[in-house]
């Protein structure tokens, strides 16, 4: 989010795609791009960031439960 942001201030600078920032989120960066949407205030008037990321998040956790779930290691 930080270097989007940066990107973002720059004129004819190459950013970093939604769709990227979505594919991180997926695989275990949610909390991260989460903190840093509202850390650096970026991404946050897009309404697929404010309820896609809690849902990516609420997806990683039911995901490493499922985890500890069927490889018995409790929970």
Known sequence: ???????????NAT?????LLFFIAV????????IGM????H???????IFGIPLVILQNISFLWMIFYFL????
């Open 1 to 11: 989010m930080w270097l989007d942001k940066l990107k973002s201030r720059k004129n």
């Open 15 to 19: 950013r970093i795609s939604e769709g």
């Open 27 to 34: 695989f275990f960066g949610s909390v991260g791009v989460y």
């Open 38 to 41: 509202f850390t650096f205030r």
């Open 43 to 49: 991404k946050t008037r897009k309404w697929y960031f």
């Open 72 to 75: 018995n290691l409790g929970i």
